[in-house]
């Protein structure tokens, strides 16, 4: 049964073809909310599509480049063509590279910062522009990450990304203040350490780095977990769903940890 009535929203989950995004699009479907599966790679985006449908759900998907305007507009405009409004946006869209921070060049750091920063403006602005244009408001969530507050250490080199998700969460916050005026409630989502693919990546590239097992690097992180686990995609979700719903009506420009105790400041 949906914890969170979300009968009758549109939602449009970017990077939903796997990991947190994939979890998020079928828990808001679970809620549902019709859900526009936006990804770069049609392949998985239609996967989870399908698995929305197995459970009796809507679903629309997309390949979507978070870092082209013209894309970002089309997928606003054909949620509404398909489903006839828009109500919810999730930027989960996000890349990561493993590079020493003297080591990093133009690539990978433009790679970051266009799909993890540039993206969130540009999906952003093309759902609020509908979203006032509706005149019913909405809700935009930036999922971010704890490296959006603080460094990741110095045995974890993304400086690139700890750049890109500080901008992400900077220009989240002020996008609260400029559209709440119009009832559009944008917050953001900081997850911890999330077990997804992009994960067992990172910590392949660390223990390359290093010379030592990648299991090894993996349970040295674990072991940095208060509750002494890591989170998965659907506890991602959960929060999530709670700030897609009427009981965070009053919730604006916040951010919402979601770490198993780690990194608590």
């Known amino acids: 049964m949906p914890t969170y009535e979300l009968a009758n ?14 979890a ?12 526009i599966v936006a990804d770069i790679n049609l392949k998985t985006a239609m996967r989870v599509a399908e698995e929305i449908e197995a459970q009796a759900g809507s679903a629309l998907p997309l390949k979507v480049d978070v870092t082209s305007r013209a894309d970002t ?22 890349v990561l590279a493993v590079t ?6 133009d690539s990978a750091w433009d790679w970051q910062m266009n799909v993890n920063a540039k993206g969130v403006l540009y999906c952003s602005q093309a759902a609020a522009r509908q979203m006032i244009a509706q005149g019913e408001g909405g809700r935009i969530i930036t999922i971010a990450s704890t490296a959006g507050k603080i460094p990741a250490g110095k045995d974890v080199p993304i400086a690139g990304y700890v750049a890109s998700k500080h901008a992400a969460v900077g220009l989240s916050k002020q996008m609260a203040l400029e559209l709440a005026r119009y009832n ?24 390359k780095l290093e ?12 072991a940095s977990i208060p509750l002494g686990y890591f989170q998965s995609p659907q506890k991602v979700a959960n929060m999530v769903a709670f700030l897609c719903s ?16 780690a990194f608590p400041y």
């Open 246 to 261: 009427t009981d965070a009506d009053y919730s604006v420009g916040s951010v919402f940890d979601v770490t198993g105790g």
């Open 100 to 105: 020493p921070v003297l080591e990093m060049d």
């Open 9 to 22: 929203q549109v939602a449009i989950v970017s990077g939903a073809g796997q990991g947190m995004g994939r």
């Open 24 to 35: 998020i699009a079928l828990r808001l479907a679970r809620e549902g909310a019709a859900v």
């Open 211 to 222: 010379g030592l097992p990648a299991a090894e690097v993996r349970e040295r992180a674990e």
């Open 184 to 207: 559009i409630l944008v917050n953001c989502v900081f997850p911890g350490i999330v077990d997804t693919e992009m994960l067992e990546v990172v910590h392949g590239a660390i223990a």
């Open 73 to 94: 507009a089309q997928m606003v405009g054909e949620s509404v063509a398909c489903f006839g409004r828009l109500d919810i946006l999730i930027n989960n869209a996000g």
